[in-house]
């Protein structure tokens, strides 16, 4: 999303300081040739040579260096990412189709997240593909993914818990620690540091030697996609309890689930909610699951509503949707977009960048929908690896329909709003989607929190 610089001054790689031409005007090349063969034979001496090089070494270097084109596109893809989310925030309650899918499936509210991580990835590639000294580097990326990990905490760690009351305020016993800051700060974080340090020195000018020079990454990438599965499918997860206040006044009330099962991939008994719940503390995790709108805990289904009078005992339990072990395949999502980052720093031909974009799009795609009919569902809440190649596919198409329209075509008028929204994406993020400026609407009030600017303007009670 918006854990990352924007991507300013996006530089080729063809600026070689010992071409002088590159650095000079085509005119004062021209000139600069007809001087030195218009010259006296008698003046055409080593050190006049020499002279005249130099002289063009000082222009060049004192010549205004016109400003590399940025990559719109990838403004574009973020602001249109940004837009989206805010349409299923506002709209999924009222169209099930825009609202995140209960649990296995896919909606357009599921593309959110990888779309976010899949865009930090190709602007880390961008950022980070000059550099001078990887420990500065690296410790300015950890500064910045602990400053989007506190601002996460503070937004989605429950000080805005009760924004219709107008309470306030972080309850350290149950603040939530994860969240979808976190979950890119760590993304951030991990792949900013394989960018950093795990490439090696290879020349890159095809396909082949692209994957060379960047083995490392998908090594990592493949790891942590095994090592993820082995944990969903190989730990076991026991019975466990949780408790919920029913009323204000009574006392908790306490359910039992029965799990004693191994490679489960449903809502009550899989690997993601027990390391969830075990490492963070089920106090600490989402209090309204998604897995709440599913038929057997919602008469309303698809939406939220009263439970069924013969509710299954985990429909209130809670679950966070960006858990630690789903992170690990967020980071996966993360290092993939890195990859159509690399393509962008290394090919300079529109024609080549679409065609090495367009093969791992393919690939991510059948690859996930395969694995889906095989039984290996899409899953967003357990990030599933369906979902993260499916998820990543579709990014990849998306993204090379904006380049193709943006900057090969130059179809930049209709795509303004949301290339501004792609350059101020945090910001309206915290505004729109952290309740930030609904506060703001409801918490100027006079007498009672009843009326406030929203009654003044005549939106709501």
Known sequence: MASYEAIKNFDDDDDDDDDVEMALPHSQISESRSATVSSPIGQTTP???????????????HQPQPKSPRLVSLDVFRG??????????????????????PWNGLTLADYVMPFFLFIVGVSLALSYKKLSCGVDASRKASLRALKLLALGLFLQGGYFHRVNDLTFGVDIK?????????????????????????????????????????????????????????????????????????????????????CGVRGNTGPACNVVGMIDRMILGIQ??????????????????????????DAPAWCQAPFDPEGLLSSVMAIVTCLIGLHYGHIIVHFKDHRVRIIYWMIPTSCLLVFG????????????????????????????????????????????????????????ALMIYILAACNVFPIFLQGFYWGSPHNNILKLIGVGT
């Open 369 to 424: 929908l395969a694995l889906d009919l095989f039984g290996m569902h899409i899953n967003k809440v357990l990030y599933s690896l369906s979902y993260t190649c499916v998820t990543a596919g579709a990014a990849g198409v998306l993204f090379v329909g904006i380049y193709l329209m943006v900057d090969v075509c130059g179809c930049r008028r209709m795509t303004l709003v949301m290339e501004w929204m792609g350059m101020h």
């Open 284 to 309: 600490h995790l989402y209090k309204r699951p998604i897995y709440a709108r599913m038929p057997e805990c919602s008469i309303n289904s698809p939406n939220y509503g009263p439970l069924p009078p």
């Open 47 to 61: 050190l006049h040579i020499h002279n005249i090089i130099e002289e063009q070494r000082i222009i060049s270097r």
């Open 80 to 101: 249109l990412t940004v837009a989206l989310m805010i349409l299923v925030d506002d709209a999924g309650g009222l169209i099930p189709a825009l609202n995140h899918s």
């Open 174 to 258: 149950q603040i939530r620690w994860m969240g979808i800051l976190q979950r890119i700060a760590v993304a951030y974080l991990v792949v900013a540091l394989c960018e950093i340090w795990l490439k090696s020195d290879d020349t890159v000018n095809s396909g082949p030697s692209l994957l060379r020079k960047y083995r490392y990454q998908w090594a990592v990438a493949l790891i942590l996609s095994f090592l993820y599965l082995c944990l969903l499918y190989g730990l076991y997860v026991p019975d466990w309890v949780y408790q919920i206040q029913t009323e204000p006044s009574a006392e908790p009330k306490t359910f039992s689930v029965k």
